[in-house]
């Protein structure tokens, strides 16, 4: 049960888009279509922006989008504002029947 | 509103026990999966455990197996952990989560500390 691969800090100014990195292997993220998005601000619980790869859930703003090719699944956000500063963990399903989470991104708005 | 309230944790001695509860509102529990995922201060979130609808299927983490036990009463719409053996090691925020895939939403979680 590794933790799947995330960078540790990505960041961007005001209007840019970033793309945060999630990579596991065949037995998860490229076996399945269960990769989540989950944001968290400091203090406060995790918060589902994407699920089963690329979905949004209600009220999600759709400068966040999902997206997976081999055994990596890509966050990204378009228009970043300052308040998309925050930490996103990736997610998985296995192929052992449990679930296996990223380390974390902490994303920096310049 | 759809709500989850984690209550239980507090501090206990290395090779204590807690018994964590998550209280669930606004939707009707019996039909989702649920899990348990923890955080240790500073660090990045971590899957502990799951469990299926009418409670018939479970799963664990390597690192709680047989040490932890992940049950719920949908008559009482409350999701429990039991933990057993701790160590410091557990420490951590554990929130309760709903749903298969994609979990939402969180509770606010609540912190274990083991420490003698």
């Known amino acids: 049960q590794s933790a799947l691969t995330q960078p540790a800090s990505v960041s961007g100014s005001p209007g840019q888009s970033i793309t945060i990195s999630c990579t596991g292997t065949s037995s998860d993220v490229g076996g399945y279509n269960y990769v989540s998005w989950y944001q968290q601000h400091p203090g406060k619980a995790p918060k589902l922006m994407i699920y089963?790869?690329?979905n949004r859930p209600s009220g999600v703003s759709n400068r966040f989008s999902g997206s997976k090719s081999g055994n990596t699944a890509s966050l990204t956000i378009s228009g970043l504002q300052a308040e998309d500063e925050a930490d996103y963990s990736c997610s998985s399903y296995t192929s052992s029947s449990t679930v296996v989470f990223g380390g974390g991104t902490k994303l920096t708005v310049l | 509103e759809v709500q989850l309230v984690e209550s239980g944790g507090g501090l206990v001695q290395p090779g204590g026990s807690l018994r964590l509860s998550c209280e669930a509102s606004?939707?009707?529990?019996?039909?989702?999966?649920m899990h348990w995922v923890r955080q240790a201060p500073g660090k990045g979130l971590v899957w502990v455990s799951c469990?299926?609808?009418?409670?018939?299927?479970?799963s664990y983490a390597d690192s709680v197996k047989g040490r932890f036990t992940i049950s719920r009463d949908n008559a009482k719409k409350t999701l429990y952990l039991q933990m057993n053996s701790l160590r410091a090691e557990d420490t951590a925020v554990y929130y309760c989560?709903?749903?298969?895939?994609?979990?939402?939403?969180w509770g606010q979680g609540t912190l274990v500390t083991v420490s003698s």
């Open positions: 469990i299926n609808s009418d409670g018939s299927s479970t």
């Open positions: 989560a709903r749903g298969f895939s994609g979990s939402d939403p």
């Open positions: 089963e790869v690329s």
């Open positions: 606004g939707f009707t529990f019996s039909s989702y999966w």
